[in-house]
């Protein structure tokens, strides 16, 4: 595993290259480490899954709607709510066009997808222009990890780059699921 800091005058090609190269990377949101791959990389996602001891779906993180807009199925007005919902960094799960994202990360049609409110992953993100994985830093059932010594002693075996932003403990996000446009918070 590689580590290296946010301020590093490389992190954001370091991290750039690593999702081109389908490595798993763990990395700073506005709420707390996500540990992520490109969101096609089949085998990065079954090694966060392997990892996260879980078979379930993750959402993935984008830069702007504007990265999936076209593949969510949602009217006109659910589209203007789901990017309302998106500016605070909370996730939305909706339906998309099958076989326009990667089935092995959505569940029953659903993709979820937020924009983080973290400086460096959305610079990361809008540079890369496509998803990539994001789900919580821990194994299923435990606390999400929040200091990176700890991430580097629970999953430096396991993971590929970790950029490292300090300790981030923050509120999750809230999650909201559309479905025949009706919009309903379920966290």
């Known amino acids: 595993m590689k580590r290296f800091k946010i301020d590093h005058p490389d992190a954001k090609e370091i991290f750039i290259n690593a999702i081109h190269d389908n490595q798993v990377i763990a990395y700073p949101t506005d709420t707390i480490y996500g540990l992520g791959t490109a969101m096609n990389n089949d085998e990065g996602i079954e090694r966060i899954n392997r990892m996260k001891m879980r078979e379930q779906p993750m959402s993935i993180a984008l830069g702007s709607f504007n990265v999936i807009k076209n593949q969510i199925i949602a009217n006109e007005n659910a589209m203007i709510e789901i990017k309302e919902i998106l500016k ?100």
């Open 88 to 187: 605070d960094g909370s996730t939305c799960i909706a339906p998309y066009i099958p076989g326009s994202l990667n089935d092995k990360i959505a569940k029953d049609g659903k993709i979820g997808f937020r924009i983080p409110n973290h400086e460096y992953l959305k610079n990361v993100l809008n540079e890369y222009q496509q998803p990539i994985t994001t789900t919580s830093i821990n194994k299923t059932g435990s606390e999400p990890l929040y200091i990176p010594d700890e991430i580097e002693e629970q999953f430096g075996d396991k993971i590929d780059l970790l950029i490292d932003d300090g300790i981030i403990k923050n509120s999750p996000s809230k999650i909201f699921i559309f479905e025949k446009n009706e919009i309903k918070r379920i966290r």
